[in-house]
């Protein structure tokens, strides 16, 4: 059984566009579509969805208005909130919201969004099931098979520092060498999320262990410093930072 959706958002491009982005993915089971806040709540009181996609701005009822509703009424929905804007992020999460996105929206996005649902509700997702069957089986002495001009090379994940993908070819970063591999960044991403690595980049995967500083960068993004012998600096999307601070703090 997969997610049951609604959207809520008065601007048809942004609307059409999420729900192809929603709608390409197979964990979702259904998207329904409200063209304003108050269609929005008549929508939550008829569907009961497990998550509800807010426009922050629209002209009958704003997104934090339609969000203390929706809380009250079904405080089981997931509030995951869009906007061009990121200055409402503050009072977004004062309504518990699950997760904030900035327009435009791409596919990691959506990705990050569904990632953190799996975590809280892995039953709604057959896809999260399977996940979880393989994280049981995981031994410590598995390795990441690097298939090199002159054979293979089995790498730890803990000797890892951060995986980023350039033009043409992702790169396996270690301490101090880095490796072409042939895995798409999406399929490191799914090997080594349980040994501790995380997306924080459309372009990067990194190994929390190997984080030694975050330091503020521009609008309201940040930068990693790595522990790896260059001490590379690697960039933190502004969607991604709550969900950093949350797995890398205690």
Same mark, same amino acid.
């Given at each position: ?7 809520? #958002? #008065?601007?048809?491009? $942004? ?18 579509? !409200? ?11 008829? =569907? !009961?969805?497990?998550? =509800? ?30 906007? $061009? @804007? ?38 709604? &997702? ?10 049981? &089986? ?23 520092? @951060? ?18 591999? &042939? ?8 090997? =080594? ?15 929390? $262990? ?14 990693? =410093? ?25």
């Amino acid at each position: 059984m997969g997610w049951n959706i609604v959207i809520a #958002d #008065d601007e048809e491009p $942004a609307r059409e566009e999420l729900i192809y982005l929603l709608e390409s993915s197979e964990e979702v089971d259904k998207v329904t579509a !409200a063209t304003g806040g108050m269609d929005a709540i008549k929508k939550v009181k008829e =569907l !009961a969805p497990d998550v =509800l996609f807010l426009d922050m701005d629209m002209p009958d009822l704003s997104g934090l208005q339609v969000a203390e509703i929706v809380g009250e009424m079904n405080p089981q929905v997931k509030i995951v909130f869009s906007t $061009a @804007y990121d200055q409402y992020a503050i009072h977004a999460f004062k309504l518990r919201a699950f997760h904030y996105m900035l327009k435009p929206y791409d596919e990691e996005d959506i990705a990050m969004v569904f990632r953190e649902l799996r975590k809280i509700q892995p039953q709604n &997702s057959a896809a999260a099931a399977t996940a979880l069957g393989q994280s049981a &089986s995981i031994k410590t002495s598995v390795k990441l098979a690097l298939e090199l001009e002159e054979g293979i090379r089995y790498v730890s994940p803990k000797d890892i520092m @951060y995986i980023s993908k350039e033009v043409k070819h992702v790169e396996v970063h270690l301490h101090d060498k880095a490796y072409i591999v &042939s895995y798409t960044l999406s399929e490191l991403e799914q090997k =080594l999320e349980p040994y501790g690595f995380f997306r924080c980049h459309k372009s990067y995967l990194v190994n929390l $262990a190997a984080i030694s500083e975050m330091k503020t960068w521009v609008n309201g993004a940040y930068n990693l =410093l790595m522990e790896d012998a260059g001490r590379s600096t690697i960039p933190v999307s502004r969607n991604y930072v709550k969900q950093l601070r949350l797995k890398l703090e205690i």
